[in-house]
């Protein structure tokens, strides 16, 4: 009998979110074994619905990933509650995944898909409400605050840039300078042109009114009303895993600014690590869920192949014999 730390899988795929679920459906429709390892921290756990996916916009989140787990297990693909804190290179190829508790298991190839972080602005009461009212990307709630009064945090020199892209959805936007530098003339000019307000002042925390979000209180004991707030968080990859194989995460820039990091990968996935790829947010920060799907797919697709390949190799081995 084969001792459970040695169980074996063609690929283990690291991240249960859109990317890996993905990925692990379209190889165990290949006909691989594979062995999906989920920490049960989706980054979308405060969102209510789950949007831009073609038939399934609106669908809550954890409904997304229960149907894709069913998917994936209706095609015998497995999967295994826990954190992969490491993988270790195993002589002969493959890998061994570490995990947090419980013994390890060996992998011919890995899919990491373990996404990114928010780290967000230190301002009381943002936390507690990220996913609500308080906001980031546009597309993916700006229906959602379409015509209400949208308040923008200022943390970085795109703040700008950011409250003109959320004045598509509402006629009432206003840019909270916060600890930002004040827009030149030229910003300014925009700002005014498109009817957005700019406030000084440090925010001190946020108003709340039976469970929804009724303004912001700066510093020097003003309030600016407000119905949803729009930050930037810090886009952190959560590459912990891949450390342990030598492969960092880098710094991401957008315009000169540093927005976060990603662990940099080939259009299919491919990492400079040979067996290794990565899918979904950890290498391309502004994925959205259906992005990230996508994205599982073409990377299983890719170490498929890659597996197809190393199939024949040993099949033509095996044929010429020894010698």
Known sequence: MVAQEERRYDVVVVGGGAAGLSGALALVRA?????????GRPRNVMADRTHNF??????????????????????????????????????????????????????????????LVDELPEVPGVAERWGRDVLHCPYCHGWEARDRAIAVLATGPLACRQALMWRQWSTDVTLLLHASPEPDAEEYERLAARGIAVVPGRVAGLEVADDALAGVRLADGRRVPCQALVVEPRFTARAGLLASLGLAAEAERSDGEMVGSSVQAAGSGATDVPGVWVAGNITSLSDQVIGAAAAGVQAAQAINSDLVGEDTRLAVAARRGPG
């Open 54 to 115: 073609l038939t399934r916009d609106g669908m809550p989140p954890e409904e997304l990933l229960a149907a894709g787990r069913a998917e994936v297990a209706g095609y015998g693909g497995e999967f295994l509650p826990g954190e992969a804190v490491a993988a270790e290179p195993q002589q002969g190829g493959g890998f061994r995944v570490l995990l947090a508790a419980g013994p390890p298991v060996a992998a011919r190839r890995l899919l990491v898909a373990t996404g």
């Open 31 to 39: 006909r691989r074994s594979v062995l999906v390892i989920d920490d």
